[in-house]
């Protein structure tokens, strides 16, 4: 069974950085990607960004330009840089790897407050 551990969540100004960790074992195959959602207060969880076998990214329009998502295919790490955070970026954030099927971390939550 795939295990995502997520880290890097936290209170952080507007304008402010940070960068969110997901770290996957048990994977057993090299066919996978891995991606991060977010699901804000009353809000239905919608994905962010998503890193493809390949390195092929795709961003949500709300965050082009701000975050960035990479991985480290030795360590199935994946990565979320978070720049330039706005209130509205506020969510509990999961980490995604989908193998043919779905598996899904516990979440971290990011919040953006002056």
């Known amino acids: 069974q795939v295990q995502l551990v997520e880290s890097g969540g936290g209170l952080v100004q507007p304008g402010g950085s940070l960068r969110l960790s997901c770290a996957a074992s048990?994977?057993?195959?090299?066919?996978?990607?891995m991606g991060w959602y977010r699901q804000a207060p009353g809000k239905e969880r919608e994905l962010v960004a998503r890193i493809y076998r390949g390195g092929v990214t795709y961003y949500a329009d709300s965050v082009k330009g701000r975050f960035t998502i990479y991985k480290d295919n030795v360590k199935i790490t994946v990565y979320l840089q978070m720049n330039s955070l706005k209130p509205e970026d506020t969510a509990v954030y999961y980490c995604n790897l989908n193998s043919g099927m779905d598996y899904w971390g516990k979440g971290t939550l990011v919040t953006v407050s002056s």
């Open positions: 048990r994977v057993g195959t090299s066919n996978y990607s």
